[in-house]
């Protein structure tokens, strides 16, 4: 099993450009959620899925977007890059609420994405 | 109001210590909690999850005081590799909410 893989490891952007930051999973985990962490700050969550085709928003949603086709994959999509979104960025992923409504599933990370908007 | 506070340290400690550290929380229907370790620059890995009754993986010792809305960690016989930043998290359903982490630096 090789997890949760995001691709790329490390981008330089410049303001306005596009682009897709890649992650995927093989553990079939239906939850999954992309985080942005700032130097010394704790995770925020832009966006998560409960399973395919079903997206919501997180804490700071504004300059990304989303897309679960499938089960395995959750590219995050910035459209206009700005300084501000100069940020690592971790994929996330977890077993939903078991048959019996227990929530507690912890989640697994990627190895990040450091991305750099000049 | 943050919906986990941490204390961010830096805890400094000698090896062989003993280190403890809380986290609160502010929404009282928060169902899970969890304790996750995360090195400088790499991703948060899960260390423990945190139980009603209080639980022990080796060194680590987690309780929860729902109550007061409360988690804490607490590290037996400090090593260096325990050199970290700890990770508060309480999930309500659905997703994770973090703290900003507690540092704990282990020093020889």
């Known amino acids: 099993n090789a997890g949760v893989t995001q691709t790329p490891k490390f981008r330089i952007l410049k303001i306005g450009q596009s682009m897709t930051l890649q992650c995927t999973q093989d553990?079939?985990?239906?939850?999954m959620y992309w985080y942005r962490q700032d130097p010394g700050m704790g995770l925020k969550l832009i966006y998560y899925?409960?399973?395919?085709?079903?997206?919501d928003k997180g804490e700071v949603p504004n300059g990304y977007n989303v897309s679960r086709s499938t089960t395995e994959d959750f590219p995050l999509r910035l459209e206009l890059a700005a300084p501000s979104q100069t940020s690592v960025y971790f994929c996330?992923?977890?077993?939903?609420?078991?048959?019996?409504?227990?929530?507690?599933?912890?989640?697994?990370f990627g190895d990040g994405t450091r991305l750099s908007i000049l | 109001r943050k919906e986990v506070e941490q204390d961010p340290g830096p805890f400094n400690v000698p090896e062989g210590a003993t280190v403890a550290f809380n986290c609160t929380y502010s929404?009282?229907?928060?169902?899970?909690f969890f304790w996750y370790r995360q090195d400088c620059r790499k991703e948060p890995k899960l260390l423990m999850s945190?139980?009603?009754s209080g639980n022990e993986d080796g060194r680590f010792t987690a309780q929860l005081n729902r109550a007061s809305q409360y988690i804490s960690l607490l590290i037996r016989d400090s090593k260096l590799s325990d050199s970290a930043t700890y990770l508060c998290?309480?999930?309500?359903?659905?997703?994770?909410?973090f703290g900003a982490g507690t540092t704990v630096t282990v020093r020889a």
């Open positions: 996330a992923s977890s077993h939903g609420k078991t048959q019996t409504g227990n929530s507690n599933q912890p989640q697994h």
């Open positions: 553990m079939n985990h239906n939850y």
């Open positions: 998290v309480v999930n309500d359903g659905y997703k994770l909410s």
């Open positions: 899925s409960v399973g395919a085709g079903i997206t």
């Open positions: 929404n009282s229907a928060s169902q899970s």
């Open positions: 945190v139980y009603s």
